[in-house]
């Protein structure tokens, strides 16, 4: 049969709109430039000239450094306005400035769109309470180039970025700022492997959290240090002392790990059961989303705003599959009950009694978060929610990602 006479025959079966829907599918996945395959996001010329199975010792000597100040590249996709990791590397950037060392960005972007413009990025980073301003250069990296001589240290926060680091020519010391065990980010196939093996390039490992930093150290012998997570109050505080009948969702459905759709599915149940509940979808614009009960949706708002919103809230629900965000310590601050799926990867950095655990089911989750609202108590259990984190003696991120940096540096690993 034809083209034609199938578009015809579709049509009579299926009507105009289905037919519709599978030409627009058909074009997008046959022509569209901005589909995202196997492999788009990393310069291949590295993956080749890679080999991970004849190991490099990047850090076996000590590095001196100028009066014990350091010259330190370090690379990373270009940050977005709804990137939370991008925020977090970022602010640890602005850690090694504080602290005296010298700091260029390299911005490692493979894929034709879009065109990464400095200018514009650090103009969206200057507008947004979430990103520091660096004092150093920042430049889009690119391979046939390389990095400039005379580094003596280069982090990589990305996987793909990883390969990059790896085939500079100085010998500078190799570190990886590993926010998330990355693989997870994919299906059994090439990126995961080449995900994984990013683990295998011999860096100097400095994780976010102790489940991670362990991961890292037991799985893949990687050398590694982990700090703990800790809540920033300067923008997150409790100034809502009444009783709270709203509930908030952290949504992001273009990350999988997340797990948007299953969050949905419970607040469908939630919103079923208690249509008195109002329900606050915070991170992304869910607008062009089917969205089958009554929500506000916050879209993805600045830091500066969020403390508002969560002083709205009894309860916060948080699903991570991965490594656990910061979202479940800014929401307690603001008296905020975290709601969060039971496992190894949550547990392992912040077990918290002030944080419920639940299984991933959705009937589960939306009883628990009902049952969060209606406790009896639920105003003196937001206070001393909050008071726990005021009041905790968290270790500084700073202090300690600069103490192990610069132990790092002056040690053979």
């Known amino acids: 049969m034809s083209a034609v006479g199938r578009a015809i025959s579709l049509v009579k079966t299926e009507g105009v709109r289905s037919t519709a829907w599978r030409t627009a599918k058909y074009l997008s996945n046959r022509f569209s430039p901005f589909v995202v395959t196997p492999l788009s996001t ?8 890679v080999d991970w199975t004849k190991p490099r ?51 490692y972007s493979p894929g034709k769109y879009p065109v990464v413009n400095v200018a514009e990025i650090r103009a969206m980073m200057h507008g947004m309470s979430g990103f520091p301003d660096l ?40 570190l990886y700022f590993a926010q998330d065990f990355e693989p997870y980010f ?20 400095i994780a976010a959290g102790q489940w991670l930093g362990n991961k890292l150290r037991t799985e893949y012998g990687m050398s590694c240090d982990a700090f703990d997570f800790a809540a920033d109050t300067s923008h997150y505080n ?27 599915l419970a607040l469908t149940e939630v919103s079923r059961l208690r ?25 993805a708002v600045d830091i500066a705003q969020l403390s508002a919103i969560y002083n709205r ?17 800014e929401i307690m601050a603001s008296g905020v009950v975290p709601v969060v799926n039971d496992a190894p990867n949550t547990r392992g950095v912040f077990d918290s ?29 937001g206070a001393a929610i909050a008071q726990a984190v005021d009041s905790a003696d968290w270790s500084d991120p700073a202090e300690t990602f600069i103490r192990d940096f610069e132990k790092a540096m002056r040690t053979a690993l």
């Open 135 to 174: 004092v150093g250069e920042m430049k889009v990296y690119d391979p046939a180039e390389g990095f400039a001589p005379g580094y003596d240290a280069i982090f990589a926060s990305d996987w793909e970025a990883t390969y990059a680091a790896y085939r500079y020519e100085g010998n500078a010391k190799r």
């Open 313 to 329: 809230c009894a309860a916060g629900l948080v699903l991570s599959l991965t490594n656990m965000s910061l979202l479940p310590m």
């Open 186 to 205: 994919f299906a059994q196939g090439s990126d995961y492997v080449l995900a994984e093996n990013s683990y295998r390039l011999g860096f100097h490992g």
């Open 42 to 49: 990393v310069y291949t010329d590295d993956v080749i000239a």
């Open 238 to 264: 409790y100034t809502n002392t009444s009783r709270r009948t709203e509930i908030l969702f952290y949504v992001r459905p273009p990350t999988p790990r997340r797990a948007t759709e299953l969050g949905l």
């Open 57 to 107: 010792n990047f850090n076996a000597e000590p590095m001196p450094g100028r009066d014990g100040k350091y010259r330190i590249a370090w690379i990373i996709t270009p940050p977005s306005r709804t990137s939370g990791g991008h925020q977090n590397a970022f602010r640890f950037m602005s850690f090694l400035e504080a602290a005296g060392h010298d700091l260029t960005v390299y911005l």
């Open 275 to 299: 249509p008195d509940i109002t329900i606050n979808l915070v991170g992304w614009d869910m607008s062009g989303y089917d969205v089958p009960f009554a929500h506000v949706n916050h879209k």
């Open 353 to 381: 009694p002030f944080i419920e655990y639940v299984p991933m089911s959705p009937k589960a989750i939306a009883e628990r978060l009902i049952s969060i609202v209606d406790r009896p108590d639920a105003v003196e259990h």
